[in-house]
Each structure stands twice: as C-alpha cells, then as structure tokens.
C-alpha cells in the first residue's frame, strides 16, 4: 500500500502539524511519500525520513499559497503513485486542500483523525467531535481515502532515518479558482500559534492592553506563543489573529495558560485539546477551572510577576 502525505511549510521550515502526519502515515504499514513545494533546504526534505517518509518530492513551480493548484497537483501525484491515501495535517493547510482532494478523486474523506485506522473489519478510524468532548468512528469503503491528522494528538517517535529527495517544477494545469495576491499579516517574528508548543492567553481580567508587558514577558520566558480570548480581540486590546477559541484559532499546546479568562465554552472548544491547561483566575468558581490541569486563584498583577521572576531565575 502506498500513501502520500502534504507536507506544509512556512518559509522553507516543515511544519510541526506536518511533521506529526507523515509520522502518521509511516504508522499505517505502508510506504510512505511526503509532498511539499516551494524552496526548502535538502536536508529539511531529507530530515522528514526520521518521521517516517521513504520519499520526499518537492514541487518548487507551486508557493503553496494556492491551494486550489496544490490541491491538483497532490491529487495528479497520488494518482501517479498509486496511492490509495492522502494524509494532510488539520490544520490551515490541510482543511483547504483535503476536501478537494477527495473530490478530485472521488475519495471518502474523515477529518480530524486522532488515531491509526483500525482495518481488522473494514477501514475505521477515530475522530473528535463536538470541539473535541466526545470521540466517533468512522467506517470509510471507498477505494480512495483523504485522512487529516488532528495536530497533537499522536505520541511521536523519531528515528535517525533519512528520506530520498526528488525536487521537480510541474505545473498542475488550470484550476476552477485563480489565486490571484497574499498579503501577509502583520505577525512577522512571531510564534505560529497552531505549531506553539507553549501559548500563554490572557482575558478580559488583566483590565487593559497597558497591563499585557507581564503576560508578554512570561511568554518570552518560557518560549510561548501570546494569544487572548475573544471579547480582548473584540474591543481592540490584542490583535484578532492572537484570538484562540472555537471562533477564532483553535489549538492544541502542550502547555495553554489562562490568565483572567473564565473560561466560556467557546473559548473551551479551541484550546480543550490543550495538553496540561494551567489558569489563574481570582474567581473560584470559573468554568475554567472544571478543564484545567492546574488552577490558581489569585490576582494576576500578583501571580503573574511571581512566574516572571521565577521563569527569570531559572533562564539565569
């Protein structure tokens, strides 16, 4: 059996999320080819052999802004390759380009899989649903499968493999939509909050954008990415695009901090697959502390310069 994986990447580094889903696919017995585009450095392409590829093929006549473009020329690879499965990340890239994959191949598609496929009875595989507070199986019979790989939600092993790299300029050929300009947000030198290991939020309770220096300064610390909850976007203290929740970016750190943020169940539904939630609220009885891993109630002009200086003493 064969699979075909997309490989994103931001600037010529492979995505995390991207990383996670050829380790994914290696898993499901099969060989394994990753496909990515644009110009990354041969040994970046050849890193991806530790997650699991056998082989890498990177198309630099597609930039990836196009997903339309990208979408064809996966499914013109895997067709060439005679690749039963794709497998994308769930993440930007892969929820724009999967479902036109599986219809350009008349595929069944499951997204936001959480774990291998079970094939002792068919091909069923586990995803999460509603936001993530329950789990369904998905049985899939067509011949064609598109899988995207909920990003941290697999224990990932490395090896000290390498992968064969192949760099090739093919044009997909004319899509029904025509990208036509990117225009990049104003995040340059940012942490990409969807592949932050660490994200340090914050809420209406820090009272002000004038008191985000400490939440920053933490952040900074502990090598964390910044984000907020939607009512601080709203009202225009913090950027819309630091907004985490069910209606903003959805995320899944390994380690998500709270600070005066109650914890609404939409803000819930995009940062519950968080793995260790640490909040920090002066209210003993907010919602937050029902999901958090670890709570403390107290003032965060208290609390907060606490962790500064203790994330201080131990960078020192």
Same mark, same amino acid.
């Given at each position: 059996? $064969? +699979? /075909? /994986?997309? +490989?994103e990447n931001k600037d010529g580094k492979i995505l995390k999320s991207s990383n996670? $889903? /050829?380790y994914y696919a290696s898993q499901m017995d099969a060989d394994c080819t990753a496909l990515t585009f644009g110009n990354v450095d041969d040994s970046a392409l050849a890193a991806l052999g530790q997650f699991g590829a056998s082989k890498v093929i990177c198309n630099t006549a597609i930039d990836g802004h196009d997903n339309s473009q990208l979408a064809l020329w996966v499914s013109q690879k895997a067709d060439a390759l005679g690749a039963s499965i794709v497998v994308t990340a769930h993440d930007h890239g892969g929820k724009a380009v999967a479902p036109i994959v599986a219809a350009k191949r008349n595929a069944g598609i499951v997204s936001g899989v959480v774990a291998l496929p079970d094939t002792s009875n068919g091909f069923v595989v586990n995803k999460a649903v509603f936001s993530?507070? $329950? =789990?369904?199986? =998905?049985? +899939?019979s067509s011949d064609n499968k598109v899988l995207t790989v909920l990003p941290n939600s697999l224990s990932v092993e490395t090896t000290d493999g390498s992968a064969s790299v192949e760099k090739v300029a093919e044009e997909a050929g004319a899509s029904k939509v025509r990208f036509k300009e990117f225009r990049k947000k104003g995040t340059e030198g940012k942490l990409d909050l969807t592949e932050a290991e660490m994200v340090v939020s914050a809420g209406r309770g820090l009272k002000g954008p004038e008191n985000w220096g400490m939440v920053e300064e933490l952040a900074e610390n502990l090598g964390a990415?910044? $984000?907020c909850s939607r009512p601080v976007a709203?009202?225009?203290?913090?950027p819309h695009h630091e907004h985490v929740g069910q209606t903003g970016i959805a995320i899944r750190p390994n380690l998500y901090i709270a600070i005066g943020i109650s914890g609404a169940i939409q803000h819930l539904a995009g940062v519950n697959g968080s793995k260790v939630i640490v909040v920090i609220n002066t209210d003993p009885e907010a919602p937050f502390f029902k999901a958090a891993d670890y709570g403390i109630v107290g003032d965060a002009f208290e609390v907060v310069p606490k962790l500064v200086e203790a994330t201080k003493n131990i960078l020192a």
């Amino acid at each position: 059996m $064969a +699979v /075909v /994986v997309l +490989v994103e990447n931001k600037d010529g580094k492979i995505l995390k999320s991207s990383n996670e $889903a /050829v380790y994914y696919a290696s898993q499901m017995d099969a060989d394994c080819t990753a496909l990515t585009f644009g110009n990354v450095d041969d040994s970046a392409l050849a890193a991806l052999g530790q997650f699991g590829a056998s082989k890498v093929i990177c198309n630099t006549a597609i930039d990836g802004h196009d997903n339309s473009q990208l979408a064809l020329w996966v499914s013109q690879k895997a067709d060439a390759l005679g690749a039963s499965i794709v497998v994308t990340a769930h993440d930007h890239g892969g929820k724009a380009v999967a479902p036109i994959v599986a219809a350009k191949r008349n595929a069944g598609i499951v997204s936001g899989v959480v774990a291998l496929p079970d094939t002792s009875n068919g091909f069923v595989v586990n995803k999460a649903v509603f936001s993530g507070k $329950a =789990f369904a199986q =998905f049985s +899939v019979s067509s011949d064609n499968k598109v899988l995207t790989v909920l990003p941290n939600s697999l224990s990932v092993e490395t090896t000290d493999g390498s992968a064969s790299v192949e760099k090739v300029a093919e044009e997909a050929g004319a899509s029904k939509v025509r990208f036509k300009e990117f225009r990049k947000k104003g995040t340059e030198g940012k942490l990409d909050l969807t592949e932050a290991e660490m994200v340090v939020s914050a809420g209406r309770g820090l009272k002000g954008p004038e008191n985000w220096g400490m939440v920053e300064e933490l952040a900074e610390n502990l090598g964390a990415a910044t $984000a907020c909850s939607r009512p601080v976007a709203d009202i225009g203290w913090r950027p819309h695009h630091e907004h985490v929740g069910q209606t903003g970016i959805a995320i899944r750190p390994n380690l998500y901090i709270a600070i005066g943020i109650s914890g609404a169940i939409q803000h819930l539904a995009g940062v519950n697959g968080s793995k260790v939630i640490v909040v920090i609220n002066t209210d003993p009885e907010a919602p937050f502390f029902k999901a958090a891993d670890y709570g403390i109630v107290g003032d965060a002009f208290e609390v907060v310069p606490k962790l500064v200086e203790a994330t201080k003493n131990i960078l020192a």
